[in-house]
């Protein structure tokens, strides 16, 4: 029980006002009339200090109650804010999304509002995105908490302020998260930015009194913000200084010096769970027990009024005296009750009074009064419904569920709730907050319509919960949703199937036709996924280019079987994009299978991943399902790949030599650039082993930046010993080609270390230079105006016949070593060598044999007139400091005609 102030203690004078009036009455009155009299007076009394403890009860049920539902509101928005901060989070730690705020906003999912706007920072500060659009490119570095976040404060939702913005020059309050690099090093943060009355104005002003308030604090009493009677939204503080929370929730009587304004108060705190804030309510003890101060009033004017009425009437004076009492009590605890219920005019208030049988049981239930808004939402008016009874005013369909809840609510003394509204339901609204308290008179029922708050809180989880791009559930949603699934799975001895999705070759379309193209490719790749499985099962993005297909109700593995084939089947049609048609791209499909692969969600999207990987080294665009010996294999396969990307980053790469001669003469012509891995512990690694691994990785374009730097920084070293230089050629796979930055890479060597371009040739697959799409066309054309050779390597095993040679625009051709042994199979071989060296001659392409290793060979190609040669007869591939002696050598076969070579490394 609260400690009540003393001006609301029964009136010590009018203990001895009551004495006097015995002392007279003991002359005027007969015995038994001043027994009466004194019985009165003694009631009086006893029933005041019992107002007393109810009013205090009421009140502390009051502000408890409004704290806590402050809080819940708080909650449910710092929930969403926090879901916002996290979805931000993820995308921007996803290499493979970029994050663009503004694009989300234009779709209508971010508000233009100053009182709440979204911001991504970069490490150093600046603003790359944000809602707000005055916040673009603002520089952040040296706020407070820019600074927390980089120093690594904490791992969750840090709060901070209230401070002046710098761009709206208004209070604001943050919320931000770390973002965090691939290496886990700071990225940058993720921020949502709020005014303080964005987080006060859910909470109703009505509710309060004149000196009422509610605010949000931090754990340490740091005002947030504030919101009063008049409306008014601020972080001005009321305390005269920051008050204390020594319990996560709790209630007391703070006095009046603690105050500014000098008013005592009712204060409840309720700490919201997870966050480091704090929801206070305070409500005004001159208001809270104003009431109870003038039934105080009242009932002592009754006892003046019966003692009066007693020395007249005596016996019929007294007995009129107490009928007039009790009735005018009952009459006053109905008016009181009412008025806890009616202080917020935006919400439908009703006093309920239970109407009992014969027996004591109540039977139904008779609305005393309400006032309009309560009329007005079960859409009728005030004078047609009070004295109705719930049997007469409700459907039958909702008459049993409001008798009951009233039941409960005598029983309890509070009940309270939210709930949707039926359609068929006669009250106007869709969602409503209902509250009953029980009172001496019955119940006082609060209705309030929350529709607009359920239809904000219903928007921000549709945010949290959808991928902008695709429409499509995203990764929170499946966190939520598969726990659910795999109960309902296991309760009905079923199975479930995950199917793990990753579109083959997607990078290529993304670095080849850019963002928007990839964009659009996957909003097209969701729509068939979609098409492709029941309407019952489940399509959910993860992020970049892979899906994850729930697939609930399966009979059979046979089923899910069928399933992955339609799905790689849909995917591998071509796609018709706004860059053209016959952009393909294939599916990877891993699959896992509840309750076989795993019981938990977890565990059964990383079998289904492991499966999908499996998949892709198997060669891409098929279906495969888990395996526990394929976890091994996964683990293989990242560990080198781990290796490599080291590799990368430690530049362990090598480049060795290979010389080409000329087929009769003998003489160093030119050579090729051969990659080769230094790996730590085993040592030299050919390209054959690590080559292909670097291109699934993405990490082939690095490396072959890595190599043209190698061989640009070679010939000029060699140069300056005086060395006599002949043209490299280096190796381009055609992602560097779709790519588009060998060009500008090699452009940039040039320059750096001084070497003409007639250095420079580039080797390139048969598929590369057939491709036509623009990105590989004007990267090609590039190269040609630098003044680079382009060569096809191991032409005959590609796309090319010797029908569409004039097609190729290169300047020549090296033969693949396959032909080269085939010429001692016998003469058809060598006719069509001859035919090859024919037609190039005739293109005025210079043709090479690869793979010669005999004279015999050689003796061939000589007499087919080859142009170059290249092989181990020649030498094999040889470190620069070697190169630099056949470089000096120049003449590497013996006169022609001869049939041995004159050196080998």
């Not at 029922?445 to 809180?457: G, N, Y």
Request: aromatic share 6%; net charge neutral.
């Amino acid at each position: 029980m609260l400690n009540l102030p003393a001006l609301v203690r029964f009136p010590t004078g009018f203990r001895n006002l009551l004495a006097r009036k015995e002392h007279t009455l003991i002359w005027g009155w007969p015995i038994g009339a001043a027994a009466l009299i004194g019985a009165l007076w003694l009631r009086t009394v006893v029933e005041s200090d019992g107002d007393r403890a109810d009013a205090s009860q009421l009140t502390s049920v009051q502000v408890t109650s409004l704290a806590n539902s402050y809080a819940e509101q708080l909650r449910h928005t710092v929930d969403q804010i926090n879901y916002l901060l996290l979805d931000l989070k993820y995308d921007s730690e996803d290499p493979g999304v970029v994050v663009s705020i503004e694009k989300k906003q234009a779709h209508g999912l971010y508000p233009n509002s100053t009182r709440l706007y979204v911001s991504v920072a970069g490490d150093e500060g600046i603003v790359t995105s944000s809602s707000l659009q005055s916040n673009a490119w603002l520089k952040i570095e040296d706020a407070r908490f820019f600074q927390m976040q980089k120093a690594g404060c904490c791992s969750g939702l840090l709060v901070t302020g209230p401070e002046v913005s710098q761009r709206t020059g208004a209070a604001v309050i943050h919320f931000s998260r770390r973002i965090n690099k691939a290496d886990g090093s700071f990225g940058g943060i993720a921020l949502v930015t709020v005014a303080p009355s964005y987080l006060t104005s859910f909470q109703d002003d009505a509710v309060l009194g004149r000196d009422d308030f509610v605010s949000l604090r931090s754990t340490s009493g740091v005002l947030l913000a504030s919101k009063t009677r008049s409306g008014s939204e601020t972080y001005s503080d009321s305390y005269r200084s920051p008050p204390t929370f020594p319990t996560p929730s709790g209630i007391e009587g703070a006095p009046a010096e603690r105050f500014k304004d000098g008013q005592a108060r009712v204060v409840a705190w309720k700490q919201l769970e997870l966050y480091p804030l704090v929801a206070v309510a305070g409500l005004a003890e001159r208001d809270a027990f104003a009431g109870y101060r003038t039934l105080i009033h009242s009932r002592v004017q009754m006892a003046i009024l019966g003692s009066v009425l007693l020395a007249s009437c005596a016996a019929v004076g007294m007995s009129l005296s107490a009928k007039l009492a009790y009735r005018r009590r009952r009459e006053e605890e109905v008016r009181s009750t009412y008025r806890v219920a009616t202080d917020a005019a935006n919400e439908g208030f009703y006093m309920i009074r239970p109407r009992c049988s014969g027996n004591g049981e109540i039977e139904d239930f008779i609305l005393e009064d309400c006032n309009e808004r309560g009329a007005a939402l079960i859409g009728k008016s005030r004078a047609d419904i009070i004295g109705s009874r719930a049997s007469q005013l409700l459907p039958k369909a909702y008459r049993e569920e409001v008798v009951a809840l009233c039941r409960r609510a005598l029983e309890s003394g509070l009940y309270e709730d939210e709930v949707r509204v039926s359609p068929r339901s006669p009250l106007k609204a869709a969602w409503v907050y209902r509250r009953m308290v029980r009172s001496a008179a019955g119940l006082a029922f609060t209705l309030r319509d929350i529709s607009e708050a359920k239809a904000h809180d219903q928007a921000l989880a549709s945010l949290a919960n959808s991928d902008e791009l695709t429409k499509l559930p995203n990764r929170h949603w499946l966190a939520t949703f598969l726990p659910t699934a795999l109960k309902n799975a296991a309760n009905r001895n079923g199975l479930l199937a995950i199917l793990f999705i990753d579109l083959d070759n997607f990078k290529n379309i993304n670095d080849s036709l850019g963002h928007e193209a990839g964009d659009e490719l996957l909003k097209h790749a969701a729509v068939r996924l979609k098409a492709a499985v029941r309407a019952s099962d489940h399509v959910v993005r993860l992020g970049g280019d892979e899906f994850t297909v729930i697939l609930e109700q399966v009979d059979t593995v046979e089923d899910v079987d069928r399933v992955a084939r339609g799905i790689i089947g849909a995917i591998a049609k071509p796609f018709k994009l706004a860059s053209g048609i016959g952009n393909q791209v294939t599916a990877s499909i891993g699959i896992s299978i509840f309750p076989r692969d795993g019981e938990s969600g977890e565990t059964l999207l990383k079998h289904a991943d492991i499966a999908m990987y499996a998949a892709k080294a198997a060669g891409k665009s098929r279906h495969c399902f888990y395996q526990g010996h394929l976890s091994d294999s996964l683990l293989l396969r990242l560990s080198k790949e781990r290796a490599l990307r080291c590799a990368v980053e430690e530049d362990q790469f090598v480049v060795h030599y290979q010389p080409r001669v000329g087929a009769r003469s003998g003489k160093l012509t030119s050579m090729e650039a051969l990659v080769r891995w230094i790996h730590p512990e085993l040592g030299l690694i050919y390209p054959t082993d690590f080559i292909g691994l670097a291109e699934d990785a993405g990490l082939i374009i690095r490396i072959g930046e890595l190599v043209i730097g190698k061989v640009c920084r070679q010939l000029s070293l060699w140069r300056s010993e005086g060395v006599g230089l002949v043209p490299v050629s280096i190796n381009v796979a055609p992602q560097q080609l779709r790519f588009g930055r060998v060009s500008t890479t090699l452009a940039g060597c040039l320059a750096q270390y001084g070497i003409e371009a007639s250095l420079i040739e580039v080797e390139l697959t048969e598929s590369a230079v057939i491709d036509r799409s623009e990105a590989v066309s004007t990267e090609l054309a590039q190269l040609r105006a630098l003044g680079i050779k382009l060569l096809i390597d191991d032409f005959g095993t590609g796309y090319s016949s010797l029908a569409q040679l004039q097609r190729l625009d290169v300047d020549g051709l090296k033969v693949d070593q396959a032909f080269t042994k085939a010429l001692s199979d016998g003469e058809e071989a060598e006719i069509l060598f001859q035919a090859i060296v024919s037609m190039a001659g005739a293109l005025h392409m210079c043709v090479t044999a690869e793979g010669v290793e005999t004279s015999q060979q050689l003796n061939v190609l000589r007499r087919l007139a080859c142009d170059e040669i290249q092989g181990f007869l020649i030498s094999e591939a040889v470190t620069a400091t070697d190169m630099k002696r056949l470089l000096t050598q120049r003449f590497l076969l013996s006169l022609p005609g001869a049939d041995r070579a004159v050196t080998s490394t």
